[in-house]
């Protein structure tokens, strides 16, 4: 049996989850523990800024480096304590950092994601696998989404069905069976829109369970207008983040609808999310069975909302599955260190776009 750990920290910034998983010889992985922490507010204004450009980026992106990279540890130590283990009792901690830009377009596309593994490995004394999605990205992929070759791993059957991850961008997996290759790719916004309003207009950090949203009513002109974005009208494969969707895009959308009821925003914003989700998942059956993980899973407004726009599909979350919905992601990045660690290739060129399979992550030593 082989311990590795699995490091989150989503587009959403909601925290930091940290995954003890074991792996048998066949690289079966079960989850044995996991724990969760808040982002130190400082640190999160800080990142909040840092996905949009500032004065003195390179400096205040060095400083939120470490820091964030502190956080990690904090996690994982707290994670080991809760197990009664020890650092040595780990093979690699599997980090996915956490992402400022994603840029996957163009000549010199490049995706950034903040959290020192250097550092992180110097801190919690265990070797480090982090930088996972710049291989992909140097092989002419989008390097992301990345979570969907583990899903196949652990979720495919032999009737189709797909995985939804509802973070702050929303990806889906296509796992078609028998039938053909395995899809997958951002649907487009998951709660980042919701939650800067809810920042905004409300004070709070999120919509809990959707209770702004079930308030409000959908504004259609404003809904068809969000739709317009070219992201959603593109092929796969495509992955975007905060860099296409986020406050600045949506208030220049609000500007004609600027008496709108802060309540209808939030509606019309989780109907962008349900909408972007539907017709993808559309685009590929019209029934079938619909897993969910992520943040979203938890928001039952959503899914309700969700359900509706899909009446062909049973909707229930990974958890029927065998693995609880928010640990998806972060067990997914300690399987990709695992993979790492025997040199067998984590992404899938049908869903990123790359020219080939690869060992995905680079080596960090404790010692």
């Not at 899903?151 to 973070?167: K, V």
């Amino acid at each position: 049996m082989t311990y590795c750990i699995g490091l989150m920290s989503g587009t959403s910034m909601d925290g930091i989850d940290a995954a003890l998983v074991a792996f048998d010889e066949q690289g079966k992985p079960t989850l044995k523990a996991h724990h969760s922490i808040e982002i130190p507010p400082p640190l999160l204004a800080e990142l909040h800024r840092l996905c949009t450009p500032h004065d003195k980026e390179i400096d205040r992106m060095g400083r939120a480096d470490r820091a964030i990279a502190l956080a990690f540890a904090e996690a994982v130590h707290t994670l080991l304590a809760v197990a009664e283990l020890q650092p040595g009792d780990i093979a690699a901690i599997g980090s996915h950092g956490q992402t400022v830009r994603h840029m996957p377009e163009g000549p010199h596309a490049f995706t950034l994601q903040l959290g020192c593994p250097s550092t992180l490995a110097a801190t919690t004394g265990i070797d480090v696998v982090a930088d996972f999605r710049r291989k992909d990205i140097a092989l002419g992929g989008q390097g992301a989404p990345l979570v969907p070759a583990f899903h196949q791993a652990l979720f495919a059957a032999d009737t189709p069905r797909f995985i939804l991850n509802i973070g702050g961008i929303a990806n889906l997996t296509c796992l078609p069976g028998e039938k053909s290759e395995v899809m997958g790719f951002d649907t487009g916004p998951g709660n980042t829109l919701m939650d800067a309003w809810a920042r905004e207009r409300f004070n709070l950090p999120y919509d809990d369970n959707g209770a702004i949203a079930a308030r409000g009513r959908v504004n259609q002109t404003l809904l068809a207008r969000l739709l317009t974005h070219p992201y959603f009208a593109q092929p796969a494969p495509k992955s975007t983040g905060r860099e296409l969707f986020n406050a600045s895009w949506l208030w220049g959308h609000l500007e004609t609808d600027a008496n709108l009821p802060a309540e209808d925003v939030m509606a019309t914003l989780m109907a962008l999310t349900v909408e972007s989700i539907a017709s993808s998942v559309r685009q590929h059956a019209q029934q079938g069975e619909l897993y969910l993980c992520g943040g979203g899973a938890f928001n039952q407004e959503l899914r309700r909302t969700l359900a509706a726009a899909l009446p062909g599909f049973t909707i229930d979350t990974t958890e029927a599955l065998g693995l609880p919905p928010k640990w998806v992601e972060s067990t997914a990045f300690a399987w990709l260190a695992w993979r790492h660690l025997n040199g067998l290739p984590g992404n899938l060129p049908a869903v990123t776009g790359a020219s080939r399979e690869a060992v995905l992550g680079g080596w960090y030593p404790a010692q």
